[in-house]
């Protein structure tokens, strides 16, 4: 505490006499606990126009999907997604799954009319994007919307730092450089989880961090990549099974271990458009970095820099101040103005990462409220998943120039 | 996201079939949402004995209490905080007033036999918290407890602080010094608002940012203030009557201003009873400073650091270590084995303000279901009244160094 | 490297044909090879009216003297101060010896009719400075000068801080805080040299830390202070001798320990006429601190931070800005437009410590070629002294606010 | 001021006996001051076996080069290289020149009998730099030695990262990050200088700044880069003609500007051949970063972090610590025990940019008086060219891998 008050009741209306939004989740693993997080919270913080309502929830496992469901709040919940989208009390399917369902859930629900939010990366392949982003496009005349999540563009920093570079604070790019650090493989002896085998996750930090940081650039850049060289590696290509998990991995060996088949590391460059050139890094082995989102875009009359382990600054250097005052000023993104911020606390009273998935759900609601094709839709999804797939073909052919398919 | 997954359901059992805590708020403003989303979220985050319920929120305009109660989740409304107090669905009354009414509400809840918490500075004079620890007392001897809200020693990396200057990886403790430094007063022509009549808030940025300060040094150095010597300053003495404020306040002048009856900084210095020497320094009037808690441990084997803009960080330097390779470590509070993290998200995804409203309301349950005295109580809310009375005293005093009553 | 060409030659002229300002130093420690660096530099970098001769240095051990003229490059060695005052190849007496001998030192080198030069604390005592400051002024009637070495008002972040107050960019003053923070006396067994004995060192931490931070305190907020309330603490009281310095040491126990006579941490606030506020903090207990000397002005238009560890950085906040894009900004102090930096090198490769001396050593020369009252004056390090001893005086007096003489 | 005394005269000789090192210097711009601060400081700080001596100094314009002489300390001048390296006083010749003439004044000092130093880049293209190492090599069995300037090794925080990965520290090495960011070609309208032109320069920010980082990267891994993929970009290709320079730049055009002839930024990834990947960007466009220097290390046990801007700090990740108590901690690299250090100033008295001239001139000292081979050596030199060439050719051909020659 220690501020001036924050004048509640100014929206005299409530959430109560909203209609709902009744939301079906398929999933319930970390994704799953962040997106109830955001469901149950963004009613409840932000005026909104729908009451988004926890209908059902969906896993495998029934006892552990009902335990999920009384522990996040969810009314219902069912073990196969297909009685889920089947549901009439479900208007949106919110799918937390591996990559390697995406494509089959969403084009499901989309069929039933339902609206969709679907977890990054869109898809593990970009034939898969393409049905996706095409079903959309036709749903969408139908009146429903499909949101990918790319929930790194809700930190109210970096919606700060697009409102910057759309303004014109720091001119013409030139440089974009964003790393996403993390070090939970640098231990030879961690587990060889689903996110490390191809045939679910689709590819390794490629598809988990730099599916993010291909989005956020391009997102904060205003413009689309036009083609990548790549370097990838995978340092540790044996790992032991997780506990249950040894049953049908065909690649495990008689001693308990499989092949990893995915990308510890992937590194590459690229060109925007407009000429600016970009690099990008994202990588599981960064001893000491646990989650470090790093991005920094140099204009020729200003900069921005962010990281995600602070994630409540954003620093920004004007170039058109006189060189004795000038500086990288850190703007603690924490005032009312600042975008998402004016419905929580009071200045220098900071979010956490869970505030992008209320952000996330605050955004579709309103959507899906005023029928507004959502931000960022299946079709950017999509356009990152071809960046990948130029990203992988580029480290396939020798790290050649490879251009990104439009 | 970007990580090993978190595992979900192995605390199997929900919360549903718990037994209920059923809470009656008092007060609905900043505090009232912050306590609000704590006891909201903290029964979907961890795993409690007892499942807190919304049950009743209370506040003087019914039409501005029953939004509140539409907003937040409450599921009844009352106007009189005595209704609310004699209600039978209500077992522990959350006090988010003004401090002028702290005694009044909390003494009445616990002569009916309810569990309080009361947000701080426990009251605005010393004889009010002593009536208030002394009747938490007796009220613990009828298995009632009393909790007072020093939020800021719920956030992971205090916590953690705590938990290593009590593993004596700091050694004998020589200096902690703390400052509370915001800035919404820095505008000569900010209004006054309550916090700036002595009546009503008792003290100015002592009562409101000193008492926090106070007590986490305190409590992170696991020992009190034996004394203390104080400056105090109101630097801007009339202010404009915020809007519809003017009726009643006996200072008003005619043309709209009133004077500001409490300090506007407070500076002392102090001892612990170890010898271990202290500074503290809390002020509205530090420009560019928004919520900058800071503070710093130094003792004969390490020193700690901290700043509440950083909240997911703690600092910590090893001064066991060769002077080759030491230094101050950022410590990112945000690993499985750090306190309270466990139930949040994976390595580097911070937490945020509020999560510290969380962590009481779960503290809170516990104690009451295990019927442990709560940590801070209110005898501990009595002797940091204490500590502000004597600077009072001391800076009335010519800065006169003055022993904190036991 | 890495820069645009930094044109040379620009100023034609060089060093050799300038009349010479001969320099005779007493003490050649710690001190005396900071200053050498500042003398033997000062005229290679910038263009200096005069030119600096390291002519003489004295210190009590004739081989060890010699080997430091040697060392640092000084043309001629003396044993006793008194032959160097003699000397008529002597224009500049710079006083580098422990504080109880500057005032002896520098009256007669004033009597001799040479400028001076006094490290910091001017004297041990209010009545030494008085005269040392008395005997200036009247030297200055004869042409010559006495500056005392406040070296840290000319690492180039200070003087600019200095400047932007004194433009206005800050606004009306209402915090400085300032911390002085070692850690060399952590460990018990470091042993008892001269700085720990008041009968040469005046004061602990106080006269060698606290002189520091209460100078740079008044002349960045440019000006003194009113009066102080103190709190000082010697913590560890009994130190082991160091080698050869037992003998003469009349608190030496038989164990080959002596009693530590001087504080070893001073915390300290005070009030400026203005009516600022501020405190401070001196000690040499604060483990993992090196030389973090901190501080930082509040201003009700603006904020300015910094930190000698960081000794190229100021950090800026313009109050003045919209609060969306405000923040405290790092700028970097190595641009061409800032004090002393033309002279050096390309923006970004940044200075150190010792720069500090050849900046003091070029002010200096700059003053005696044009006459100038040098800043700061023996006067100014008197109302240090008296600052000093007010701490000192209600330190004793129960931390009683004492006004500071004027 | 403010610590425990450095100790002075323990070694107890001084360099008035040594045998001197006549150095002469060809070039007296940027490069030419810092060296002449490096020698003229080198043996007033450390203690040689041989004592430098700033004899002759070389440049076209005979006022200017005797202006610096002055300015500089150099003993003598001379206006043609050739006539410097004939001279009997010069023993070693040091070339700070543009690199176009590298090859040349270092083939003809080592026909010459001299030892050389030169600046880097060693040459502009790796034929020059292949004649130029061989001809070393030819030399060190005649008893010459020849160094490259990478002054950046000699960063005390350098050193340590590299004496830290020699240990072990961090391990496996997983990932080398490096740039290298200034920001004075920003402004379209700066002059075209010579190092926007190839015929001078080589190359542009490659040559400048990616040689820097290049050397670093292998340096501080231990081995050498095996390939690399590369993008480069000129931004600004037409700029203003600088003031007297537009005589003979056959690419001037009547308007007064011309053809910028070099890359402005450089990007590319590599492969060690351990199989560490390591990223690297080159860049004059980065606004607001003036000198910034980055480099991070991620090694299975550890990682090492470095910015040039604060070059006083290195970052170290203990990776083998236990995760509740890690985190980067920042090394002040200003301890006794630090490479370089114990010459200069106490702990936390930090060093600034020329330092490293200064180290660079002492390493080479002791180098000539024992006869060792230089670190690093032409062929560290010429390797580093080679790098170079590689990201030239990889750019032009489409960003393809291209190995590095051996």
């Known amino acids: 505490m220690g501020q001036p008050e924050q004048p509640e009741g100014v929206e005299e209306s409530t959430g109560a006499q909203r209609p709902p939004l009744r939301v079906g989740m398929v999933g319930y693993a970390f994704m799953g606990?962040?997106?109830?997080?955001?469901?149950?919270t963004a009613g409840r913080v932000f005026d909104l126009?729908?009451?988004p309502e926890l209908a059902v929830i969906c896993g495998r496992d029934a006892a552990a999907v009902r335990a999920a469901a009384d522990r996040h709040g969810w009314a219902a919940a069912e073990t196969d997604w297909r009685d889920l989208i089947a549901r009439d009390d479900v208007d949106l399917v919110d799918i937390c799954t591996p990559g390697d369902s995406h494509a089959e859930i969403a084009l499901a629900a989309l069929a039933a009319g339902k609206h969709v939010l679907c977890e990054k990366p869109l898809a593990n392949t970009v034939e898969e994007a393409e049905a996706m982003a095409s079903a959309a496009e036709t749903a969408y005349e139908r009146g429903q919307l499909a949101m990918v999540g790319f929930n790194y563009r809700r930190v109210p920093a970096t919606a700060l730092a697009r409102q910057m570079v759309a303004d014109g604070r720091i001119g013409t790019l030139r440089h974009v450089r964003v790393s996403y650090l993390q070090d939970w493989l640098v231990d030879p002896q961690a587990p060889l989880t689903?996110?490390?085998?191809r045939e679910l996750a689709g590819s390794g930090s490629l598809g988990d961090l730099g599916a993010h940081i291909v989005d956020l650039a391009q997102y904060l850049a205003g413009e689309p990549l036009a083609g990548v060289s790549a370097l990838t590696e995978t340092f540790v290509r044996e790992r032991p099974l997780p506990g249950?998990?040894?049953r049908g991995l065909s690649a495990a060996t008689a001693a308990g271990t499989g092949q990893v088949t995915v990308d510890d590391a992937a590194l590459f460059t690229?060109?925007?458009?407009?000429?600016?050139?970009?690099?990008?890094e994202a990588t599981r082995y960064a001893t000491g970095r646990k989650n470090a989102l790093r991005l920094e875009l140099n204009g020729a009359r200003g900069s921005l820099a962010f990281d995600l382990e602070r994630l409540n600054e954003l620093w920004?250097?004007?170039g058109t101040e006189p060189d004795t005052h000038a500086g990288f000023r850190r703007i603690l993104v924490t005032e009312p103005d600042h975008p998402y911020v004016e419905a929580w606390w009071p200045p220098g009273?900071?979010?956490?990462?869970?505030?992008t998935f209320v952000h996330q759900a605050r955004d579709l609601?309103?959507?899906?409220?005023?029928?507004r094709r959502p931000d960022p839709s299946f079709a950017d999804g999509l356009q990152v998943q071809r960046v990948l797939a130029a990203v992988e073909e580029s480290a396939e052919k020798n790290s050649v120039y490879t251009p990104i398919a439009v």
């Open 316 to 318: 920004f250097h004007d």
């Open 349 to 355: 009273h900071g979010l956490g990462y869970e505030h």
């Open 365 to 371: 609601v309103h959507a899906v409220a005023e029928g």
């Open 270 to 280: 690229g060109r925007f458009a407009s000429g600016a050139l970009a690099s990008f």
């Open 194 to 197: 689903w996110r490390l085998r």
């Open 49 to 51: 126009p729908l009451r």
């Open 244 to 246: 249950g998990a040894a």
């Open 33 to 40: 606990a962040a997106h109830s997080q955001g469901w149950r």
